[in-house]
């Protein structure tokens, strides 16, 4: 099992850019979260989608950022136009369904720095 | 709601034991903690239900005290491989997964 694909591992961009992070969730697991951390508000939870429908958006910061699960096999997270404080590492994670016992599992994130 | 955890850091010898507090003001159907090393992503160590129990693994155990919004994990003999940020997830019924701020633990040898 590959484990939960991020991609970019890295990503520099000029303020007033798109960005686009995309997550390639495991296969089988039907919940998908995206995670932001910085040092300053650590692990907030942006959106949640169960069976690729998103279930709480309610952590998404403006509306300059939008997510995205058009199949089970891939999500984005969208920012656009990026500013400068949106620098953060995100974190896509899932697990198998939204009321399983099981943890939920990370990829490795995205460090987004915005110039 | 995030949750909150208690205390912030702290500095262990090899061996030795330290508790990390973790509470809730809203109801939980779980507790999940998590163990970040620097610059990698957090990594599941166990879950909690609802139920009062306790789980072990390894030297790493935790507690879920239901009526309290409660949770306490244990590092018992500690490692130098322990070391690390320990974060708390609290999941109510709308199972979404709340992080607390984390707690950096450092072991000495």
């Known amino acids: 099992d590959a484990g939960v694909i991020q991609s970019p591992r890295h990503e520099v961009t000029e303020m007033g850019q798109e960005v686009t992070l995309r997550c390639k969730p495991i296969?089988?697991?039907?919940?998908l979260f995206w995670y932001r951390q910085t040092m300053m508000r650590g692990l907030e939870l942006l959106i949640y989608?169960?069976?690729?429908?998103?279930?709480?958006d309610s952590g998404m910061p403006e509306d300059r950022f939008s997510a995205k699960m058009p199949n089970a096999s891939f999500s984005t997270l969208k920012i656009q136009p990026s500013e400068p404080r949106d620098s953060a590492v995100y974190f896509c994670?899932?697990?198998?369904?939204?009321?399983?016992?099981?943890?939920?599992?990370f990829g490795s994130g995205t460090r987004l720095t915005v110039v | 709601q995030q949750p909150v955890q208690s205390p912030q850091a702290v500095i262990l010898r090899e061996g030795e034991d330290a508790v990390i507090n973790c509470s809730s003001s809203?109801?939980?159907?779980?507790v999940h903690w998590y163990r970040q090393k620097h610059g990698e992503a957090p990594i599941f160590l166990m879950i909690?239900?609802?139920?009062?129990e306790q789980k072990g693994h390894d030297k790493i155990s935790a507690s879920f005290n239901e009526k309290k919004q409660q949770s306490s994990l244990y590092l018992t003999a500690s490692q130098l491989s322990y070391s690390g940020t320990y974060f708390c997830?609290?999941?109510?019924?709308?199972?979404?997964?709340?992080f607390g701020a984390g707690t950096t633990v450092t072991v000495r040898a």
């Open positions: 994670a899932t697990k198998p369904d939204r009321a399983s016992t099981h943890g939920i599992v």
């Open positions: 296969s089988g697991h039907n919940s």
């Open positions: 989608f169960n069976n690729n429908v998103p279930i709480d």
């Open positions: 809203k109801a939980l159907y779980s």
């Open positions: 909690l239900l609802k139920g009062g």
């Open positions: 997830g609290t999941e109510g019924g709308d199972y979404k997964l709340s």
